[in-house]
Structure formats: structure tokens, C-alpha cells
């Protein structure tokens, strides 16, 4: 394949595409398929077939169309219109009278500008609701491989390099280091054999922004795998997902089946002498395999427990060579970077948070779903506009971002700016971008007790601090919510939290108490509302400590 | 080979390079509390005992596996590190089951000399008292895991110095459990060569000589150092250190 027979693919498609006067795009997203899309795209089928429609329109499944609260979605490029809660009766309207009169079904209709739609930026989630997430071909016509072709015709691995550093992508897996300075290590690392990894282990309660990115543009974090390999001299790839995510592994592997047989995956590239292959690697349901040194032991076939770090994979990774280790949707920025150039990306979001970010929006709130958003965007305009705010008779609390990991964040901040350092001044992270919206009806000490009780499940159990300050966190918890703790216990559960993200080896036992810390920094009174008064004359000690051992003179 | 130079607690020190800040430390008679720690075997990092504070830095790091930088400040044991010590060994104190009274190693035990170190005269947190299991099935010895600590040694020796590795972990979190091969008796295990290492160098009484009494057992982990750099250096004369 060459540069041209990439573009003639492209016009070959787009072509293809215009013969048809309507194209239906029904979400196919794990979350549509489970609201029953499967019953829509069959009564579809049999509508289209029944009227004899098929030629003035197709049927596609895409990617997640972003309102998951209101599927099953169905969307029509004639208007363009976008249709929620679609059942076969609905399915059966929209083939017969938008297709085949030309009028919209109302009932169904969503008002595409609504803000939850207008608020939005698209760059990651560009092509959901507009391609095939399984036609290779599609993700060519709308301007796929493009950048990977740029890259290896017109570019050396440092012009690359630099372009991503001076775009400003930070790592949206939750830390933000600078991706091109990562790039740039690994590319300077003297080995005979260099890796790139694609962190896939999504496992933040309530995220699922990775697994949509999987699912409705595969080919987006493959060609953002294959230029990260081509600026850092790496010719092997590895994806990482979590059996969880069986579409996703699916929808991966039809990609890399496509791209091998074009020759976009493989040996010689475009003709160069550069040689990439991406295998997949599936996770066996250890949340703490998220943890890039704990993933990297685990797609080595060994037990997923994280190790010190220095070394960072950038020096000693895979098998000790130097290992590119980014997230889905950092791979997913890349192509469109190299595309329109780093002054384009560099202008979005803020400047040292530049870019947008995809963020899952569930819990208590109007409309849960999948949106992405310029970065600096205020959290109330993330959780009122996008969101729709609380359901109706009940008052927002508390938002919690980034996962277990995260932290809440009350009323009296919404207003902070949805950056990385910003959401760190108020005890939360970015994370993966996972936001769980808690209004009033929820007790906070019980969050927080659920993210503590996830954290003491998901503790590899290597360190001490981790393995057994989380069992007593969730202990302490569990028994302030039965109202059977003390002050001193109280007093206890905060220096046991400091302690353990203090001293903990890894990002999961570090950041396992910010749930609780977050919790008792916002909402300290619904704790001490459950403290028991402590008994007269207790003494120094704990209730719950043990009979004293008398310390030798 | 060049020469680092760096303070710790106040004073000035200078390390070889590759020399991790712990090293240097014990060669200077500077008292760092390790548990999962042990010469001759790789770093395992994990018992977090050894954290030292870095000006400059927020963040902990372990003494067992950083390395000091040139003019590094490092400090060993400020009040806040004095606490989380006495935390973590509190922790493990709460973890087990571990009554000194009536076991092997009662005062030589490297558990107990800690919890006299970082001064724990009582526990805070409410014991557990795990059930876990005891494994008296090897002809010489017995492993019992309520007193175990998970800091690996076992693991480690039994894979880098004998070669065997017929231990590793199963489970995970609070759960986890030192196991023989795919989690049979030990006894019955047939890539074990009885060479009694794991016991030699556990920290507790979790691993012991079968037949010991209460107080008896004593543990000899020095010598593995002594072995490691017999074959490595062929160094065959035991050094009085070696033998602490």
C-alpha cells in the first residue's frame, strides 16, 4: 500500500457513501447492545428489506452516540437527526417515514442543539456516530491512516516527536505526563528492542470512556500506536484490555485483521522500511493491572503486581527494553495531532492542559453518557449543562472524578476548571475520566466506604501499608456507618489514611484513601453525626486496641 | 568508577555508583529499619519500612531501592518516618497472628525486634486473627501462614538461590497466602530439594525447623549473602558481619 492507494481507498469509500441518500447509524456500543439494539437493528433490516429502501440508504452500527441514559440510539445523516429510546415500533417509523417519506419521527427526536451536544468538542470521539466500527475501509474515508502516512513519508521520528511535544498531550490516563517527553526518553534508550503498550485495563467504577473508543474506532489507537512506534524505533505493540470488555477485544481484533490485510499493519509500511505488529494482550480481571508496571509484568505472562519504579518502563519495560506505555485515549489524540498539526491541538483546552478530554458521566444525574469536553471547562457546566444536573426532587452533592482513586468534590467548588492541577487543588484527579455524579439522597461516609471496600478488593497485597491499611480503612468505615465508632476511632481512620498514601508502593495504595480523605475534608459533619460519644473516663487508648503491653523501663 | 557524594541525616557521605542510599546507610552504622529487605537477594521493595525522606521531594522512597544522586539530602528518621514505621509494624502486628509467647523464634525474631525498634507497646487497630492455614506435611519442616509477613524472602531465595521455585503468592490483598507450587502440601512437592533455605532466612515463625519448642528456633539469614557471593565473587570465607 501507498500513499496514493490510501487516498484512492479513501475516495473509492467516500463515493460509495454519497450513492446513499441516508445512511442509519445505530449505536453499537456496549451500552446500546444491552438496552437492546440488537431487536432495533434487526427490525431495521427487515423494514429497509419489506420497503425495498435498501437502495437509498444503509445501515450501519458505529460507535457510542454519547447519550447512554436515553438508548437505544439510532441516528439518520439526512437532517442530520438523532433518535433515543428506540424500540422495533420506533425502528420500524424511522425506515418508514424518514427514509421513505421524508418525515422526521418527533417523538423520538433529540434536539441535537441541546447543550449537551453544543458543549462539546470532538477530537477522540471525532468519528463516533459517523463510521463503521468495523469497516477499516470507512475509517479510511474519513481521513484514517492519513496521519501515519504523513508520518512515514514526510517526517523523521524526532519531527514527530516534537510535535507531540509541542501540542502539549499530557497522558489521559490520569497522571498527565507529558507524552512527548515520554516518546523522547524511549527514543533515546540504547536497545536492540523497543515496545509500545496501549493501556486498555479500564476499571474505574462507572468509566467506560476507553472501552468506547475501542469499540466504535478501533483503528484510531492502532494508527496512534503505529506512529508512537515509528518515532520511538519500537516494532512490536501490545494491547492490554480487560476480559470485561469482550465487543471491544472482538471489534480490536477485526481491526488488526483489516489493517494487516492492507499492509497499514506489518512489514513496510507505505513502503518504508518501517515494521509494526500490534498483538492483544487480555487481562484476567485485576484492577491493579492498570498499573503500568503491574500490566507490563502481567503481558509478560507473570503475576500483575507493580514493582518499584525507577526504573520507569521508558528505561526498563517489557523484558527489561525500553516500553512506551500510554493510554487508549492518549493514542487516540495522536492522529488527529499529526493531522492538523500541534498549534491546532495546542489551541484547544487550556495551556498547560491542552486538548480536550472524554469523561463518563453516571450516577445521579439527568443524562449519563459519554462526552468530551474542552479542557478547562467549569464542572458545573460539565454536570448542569451536559449533564442536565440531578434528578428532579433531589439537590446535587458531591461529584466524584477519577475513579477510586479520586476524590469529591462539593457544591462550593463547582465552579473549579476541569483541568490536571486544578482538580488537585481540591483533593480529586483528572483520572481516567470517570465522574460519578451524588446528589442528597446519598450518605457520603457510605461513598466512601464503597470506594474504600473496591480498593481493599482490587490491593494486590504486596506492600504492607496497602495490602492491610485498606482492610482497616474499610473496617473503620463500615463501622462508623453503623454508628459504632468513636472520636478516637475517627481520629484513628484519618492518621491510618495519611500513612497509607504516604508509604504505599504503588498509585493504587497511594491514592486509596482519597475517597475518604476528600469525604472527611467536605463532609466532615456527616461523620461526627455518626460518632458515638466516647465513654466517661476512657483513657488514651483506643477502644478497640488490645490489652496494653507495659514497655520495659 | 565515579563517586557520589550526599548527605544523610546531616552528614556527609559518599557512595559508589549503583549503590542504593540503604548500602550506604548500613555500611555507615546508620539504623534503617527493612523487613522484606535481605543481602543477597534481588530488592523486593515492598515493606515499606525502609522509606527515607528527599529534599525537594513530597514523596517517600524506599532506602532499598533508590540510589542517591549527587548532593541528594536525605533523611532517615524524622518524626513523621518514626510513625509510619511504628504504623506499618502495627499493621502487620493486627495482620497475624502472632503471639511471641508461644512460638518458635521467640526472641529471634526479626517481626519482634522491629516491634521494639519502632517501640510499639500496643495496637491500635482491631486484630484480625486470620485463619489461615499450618502445612506440616515436609519431613523437616512446617510453614505456618498465620505468622507469616509476606515479605517474600522465602519466595526469593527458593527461586534465585536454590532455583527451585517452589514458592510464590496466591490470592491477592488481605487474602494473600505463601503457597508450594500449584498450592499443594508441602510435603508432597516434588520440585522442593528440602534445602531448608526459605526457613533459614524467614523473618518470623512462619517457616521452622519441625520439632522446635517454644524460643528454640533460631534463624540464619546471613548466610546467604555468603553463598551468593561464594559463587559470584568466589569468595568462600565467611566474614564475621555475614555471620550477625
Partial sequence: MTVEDLRELAEKEQARQAEYEHRILYCSSAGCVSSGCDAVKNELKKAIGELDLSKKCEMIGTGCLGLCGEGPLVFVSSGP???????????????????????????????????????????????????????????IAADGYEALAKALTEM??????????????????????????????????????????????????????????????????????????????????????????????????????????????????????????????????????????????????????????????????????????????????????????????????????????????????????????PMGIALRKIIFDIGGGTPEGTKFKAAQAGGPSGGCIPTEHLDILVDYESLQTVGAMMGSGGMI?????????????YFSEFCMDESCGKCIPCRVGTKHIYMMLDK?????????????????????????????????????????????????????????????LNESSSVPVVKEA | MSVITFTIDGEQYSAKEGDTILQVARDNKIPIPTLCYLEGLST??????????????????????????????????????????????????????????????????????????VELDHVRFPYLFPKKSLDATHKDFVIDRNRCVLCTRCVRVCHEVEAAHVWDIAGRGIDCEIIADLNQPWGTSPSCTSCGKCVRVCPTGALFDKGAAVGEMQKESGFIKFIVNARNKHEWVRTAHEEE
Fill in chain 1, 81 to 139: 437527526t438523532l433518535y433515543q429510546h428506540v424500540d422495533a415500533a420506533a425502528a420500524r417509523r424511522i425506515v418508514e417515514e424518514h427514509i421513505g417519506q421524508g418525515k422526521k419521527v418527533k417523538e423520538n427526536e433529540i434536539d441535537l442543539n441541546d447543550p449537551f451536544f453544543a458543549s462539546q468538542k470532538k477530537i477522540v470521539l471525532e468519528n463516533m456516530g459517523k463510521i463503521n466500527a468495523e469497516s477499516i475501509e470507512e475509517y
Fill in chain 1, 156 to 373: 523523521i521520528p524526532e519531527e514527530v516527536i516534537s510535535e507531540i511535544r509541542k501540542a502539549g498531550l499530557r497522558g489521559r490516563g490520569g497522571a498527565g505526563y507529558p507524552t512527548g517527553l515520554k516518546w523522547d526518553i524511549v527514543r533515546k534508550g540504547v536497545a536492540d528492542q523497543k515496545y509500545v503498550v496501549c493501556n486498555a485495563d479500564e476499571g474505574d467504577p462507572g468509566a467506560f470512556m476507553d472501552r468506547s473508543v475501542l469499540e466504535g474506532d478501533p483503528h484510531r489507537v492502532l494508527e496512534g500506536m503505529a506512529i508512537a512506534g515509528y518515532a520511538v524505533g519500537a516494532n512490536q505493540g501490545f494491547i492490554y484490555v480487560r476480559a470485561e470488555y469482550p465487543l471491544a477485544i472482538d471489534r480490536l481484533k477485526t481491526a488488526i485483521k483489516q489493517a494487516e490485510r492492507l499492509g497499514l499493519l506489518g512489514n513496510g509500511i507505505f513502503e518504508s522500511h518501517f515494521n509494526f505488529r500490534i498483538d492483544i494482550r487480555i487481562g484476567a480481571g485485576a484492577f491493579v493491572c492498570g498499573e503500568e508496571t503491574a500490566l507490563l509484568r502481567s503481558v509478560m505472562g507473570r503475576r500483575g503486581r507493580p514493582k518499584v519504579r525507577p526504573p520507569y518502563p521508558s528505561e526498563k519495560g517489557l523484558w527489561d527494553k525500553p516500553t512506551v506505555i500510554n493510554n487508549v485515549e492518549t493514542y487516540a489524540n495522536v492522529a488527529p495531532i499529526l493531522r492538523n498539526g500541534s498549534g491546532w491541538f495546542a489551541a484547544i483546552g487550556t495551556q498547560k492542559s491542552p486538548g480536550t478530554k472524554v469523561f463518563a458521566i453516571a450516577g445521579n444525574v439527568k443524562r449519563p453518557g459519554l462526552i468530551e469536553v
Fill in chain 1, 437 to 449: 455524579v451524588i446528589d442528597d439522597t446519598s450518605n457520603m461516609v457510605e461513598v466512601a466506604k
Fill in chain 1, 480 to 540: 462508623i456507618v453503623k454508628g459504632e465508632a468513636t472520636e478516637n476511632d475517627f481520629d484513628l481512620l484519618k492518621e491510618l489514611c495519611v500513612m497509607v498514601k504516604e508509604t504505599s508502593l504503588c498509585g493504587l495504595g497511594q491514592s486509596a484513601p482519597n475517597g475518604v480523605i476528600s469525604t472527611v475534608r467536605f463532609f466532615k459533619d456527616e461523620y461526627l453525626s455518626k460518632l458515638k460519644k466516647s465513654a466517661e473516663g476512657n483513657t488514651h
Fill in chain 2, 44 to 117: 523486593f521493595g515492598a515493606c515499606r519500612l525502609c522509606v527515607v525522606e528527599i529534599e525537594g521531594s513530597p514523596k517517600l522512597f524506599p532506602a532499598c531501592t533508590t540510589k542517591p544522586t549527587e548532593s541528594m539530602v536525605v533523611r532517615t528518621s524524622t518524626d513523621k518516618l518514626k510513625k509510619y514505621r511504628r504504623m506499618i509494624v502495627e499493621l502487620l502486628a493486627s495482620e497475624g497472628n502472632h503471639q511471641c509467647a508461644v512460638c518458635v523464634v521467640n526472641g529471634h525474631c526479626e517481626l519482634q525486634d522491629l516491634a521494639y525498634e
